[in-house]
């Protein structure tokens, strides 16, 4: 805007407005330009979340808005506790959880410490390294569909050479067995950079005073690792930890993508059984009180998780 155009709004703005204007203080004006912000996510996200609460206590069918509703109080919640079918999803979902997380870490931590190292070419292997989690999770988990295939995946043959077996003697995507493990492989390798990242901003922040005074003190490799490096870098693994825990626990397009679930119900996690329960069976208020549970799991273990960062944090 030009100065004209600013004198005309000046002028055209009441007395009386102008008055209350001037006599804000900085911190008024902030919050009145913040507030529509802070309006529009408390419409997008609390409204929801309350509606989602009030649900639950119901037996509401969205496909069947003209439905008289009525209020079944905590019945929804008691069917869902005490049904073993959702906890064999919720086991499904902790063996994928634990094992994606134990594998990220490991493989991203080890990677962070050798792209530290400076040497020849460093930057173009990060670039490639991290490409993976530039992809979308569909593609994917329809790229892993293919490694997959007995017959034609260079998965199988990978295998094949290392151990001797037929490689069409098993099907990752196909077998009771290996279907959890084919999911926890192909998150692995999607999101491993992501952790390598994290780590790497660690390792960088360390001082290299703090090795020089080290081996000052004789101190060897191996021991400079373990009272140096692992201690400093621990607060962003527990950072990565939180970030991959938070999004694996509600982990759905790469999942479907790749088994649907299957075979039967070995890889169904809980995002995709809620799906399932809201939007195939439609039952919209035992679909509200299982997201409500989900809601309420996630959120206190990550208060607690986040309670512990922070005293790691402190040391």
Not at 57 to 78: K, Q
Not at 284 to 298: E, K
Request: glycine share 6%; hydrophobic share 50%; with cysteine.
């Amino acid at each position: 805007m030009t100065d004209t155009s600013i004198d005309k709004l000046a002028r055209a703005t009441p007395k009386t407005v102008a008055r209350r204007i001037k006599g804000l203080s900085d911190r008024s004006i902030a919050w009145l330009f913040v507030a529509p912000t802070i309006f529009l996510l408390l419409a997008v996200n609390i409204f929801p979340l309350i509606w989602t609460i009030r649900l639950s206590f119901t037996d509401f069918r969205v496909n069947r808005p003209n439905r008289d509703v009525e209020w079944v109080g905590l019945r929804n919640y008691e069917r869902i506790l005490t049904d073993p079918d959702i906890w064999a999803t919720m086991q499904a979902t902790a063996h994928f959880l634990f094992w994606t997380i134990v594998f990220q870490v490991l493989i991203g931590f080890f990677l962070a410490f050798l792209i530290n190292k400076k040497f020849k070419g460093n930057d173009l292997w990060t670039t490639i390294i991290v490409f993976p989690m530039m992809l979308s999770p569909a593609v994917v988990g329809n790229f892993w569909t293919f490694l997959y295939q007995p017959q034609i995946g260079l998965f199988n043959y990978v295998v094949a050479f290392f151990t001797g077996v037929d490689p069409a003697s098993f099907s990752m995507i196909g077998s009771v067995n290996l279907a959890p493990w084919a999911i926890v492989i192909a998150d692995t390798w999607m999101w491993s950079p992501f952790v390598m990242l994290i780590c790497l901003a660690g390792l960088r922040s360390i001082p290299d005073s703090i090795y020089e005074a080290a081996e000052c003190d004789r101190a060897s490799k191996w021991r400079q690792f373990w009272t140096i490096t692992v201690p400093m870098v621990l607060p962003f693994l527990m950072l990565a930890v939180l970030f991959r825990g938070i999004e694996n626990f509600k982990m759905f397009d790469l999942v479907v993508q790749l088994t649907g679930g299957g075979p039967g119900n070995t890889t169904t996690l809980t995002s995709i059984d809620l799906k399932r329960e809201a939007f195939e069976r439609w039952r919209t208020g035992y679909s509200s009180a299982y997201a409500v549970i989900l809601f309420v799991t996630v959120f206190g273990l990550a208060s607690i998780y986040v309670k512990a960062l922070n005293k790691v944090k402190e040391r």
